[in-house]
């Protein structure tokens, strides 16, 4: 049995966090395989919010004292449950929103520029100066974005920068 804490990553995707994790703790990957013989070592789960966790396995961790989100919203995770059985639940708010906030602006350029299909044009040959796009600006056009939390303020300031006309609800 180590001396250091064990905790539990349960999403693929947060794999990467693994190198980092792995100097301060022991370190289990749901995804290869329930934790079995580690299970009453593990005091921490690793998770990203939007996916439901399996109230049998917190269950069977009798040792769980936390549930670490490492996104920034938890919609997923029963709280009030978590709570009820002495279990901490963190979140990283402000995390990610400028990252969103780009990817969506990213989103709202292909789309007025139909970036995609100018390249689909081009890989295929079938661009010529006669055929290329011509398409309209950005620049006075409105956006409306539905909540002004911090994503939907990021985006607003990236479409005023561009010159566009932004209101939300």
Known sequence: ???????????????PLT???????????FWEGPPREAG?????????????????LIESLPNLKLIACFTSGYD?????W??????????????NHEDVADHALGLILAARRQIAAG????????????????TPSLKDQRLGVVGLGAIGEAVARRAEALRMTVRWW
Do not use: N
């Open 119 to 134: 390249d689909r044009a081009l890989r295929a040959g079938g661009w010529t100066a006669e055929s290329k796009l011509i």
């Open 76 to 80: 997923r995770i029963d709280v009030p």
């Open 1 to 15: 049995m180590s001396q250091r804490p064990a905790l539990l990553i349960m999403q693929r995707h947060l794999a």
């Open 40 to 56: 009453p070592d593990i005091q921490a789960l690793v998770v990203a919010g939007e996916f439901p966790l399996d109230k049998s």
């Open 19 to 29: 190198p980092f994790l792995e100097s301060q703790y022991d370190v289990y990957r």
């Open 82 to 95: 978590c709570r009820a059985r002495g279990l901490a639940v963190t979140h990283a708010p402000g995390v």
